[in-house]
Nanobody, 119 residues
Framework: QVQLVESGGGLVHSGGSLRLSCAASGFQFHTYPMSWYRQIPEKELELVASVGQFGLSLIYRDADKGRFTISRDNDNNMVYLQTDRLEPDDTARYFC????????????WGQGTQVTVTS
């Protein structure tokens, strides 16, 4: 059974940093690309970043490039999102799942981790 557990969110001031973590289990982690998503209430889930099985990474939104870094640890089934120079517009709930490069996401989602950035 797929399990995804996100952590690392919090309340930070504009310009601050957070490292989000996702612990994955229940599937062959090293064979899947992994991604981070974010959701603002009443808006659609947005794909933020993806990392391939061997570490190739993509940040999708120009505004996030240079501030966000995605990485993974295949030995420990972990995926990370380093978020730097955070802005109030980054306030959202962040989730991990597979995805990117046309990969279908798992039906099972974690609780996510809330990031709140104050100005």
């Amino acid at each position: 059974q797929v399990q995804l557990v996100e952590s690392g969110g919090g309340l930070v001031h504009s310009g601050g940093s957070l490292r989000l973590s996702c612990a994955a289990s229940g599937f062959q982690f090293h064979t899947y690309p992994m991604s981070w998503y974010r959701q603002i209430p009443e808006k659609e889930l947005e794909l933020v970043a993806s990392v391939g099985q061997f570490g190739l990474s993509l940040i999708y939104r120009d505004a996030d490039k240079g501030r966000f870094t995605i990485s993974r640890d295949n030995d420990n089934n972990m995926v990370y999102l380093q978020t730097d120079r955070l802005e109030p517009d980054d306030t959202a709930r962040y989730f991990c799942n597979t995805g990117g490069w046309g990969t279908r996401v798992f039906d099972s989602w974690g609780q996510g981790t809330q990031v709140t950035v104050t100005s």
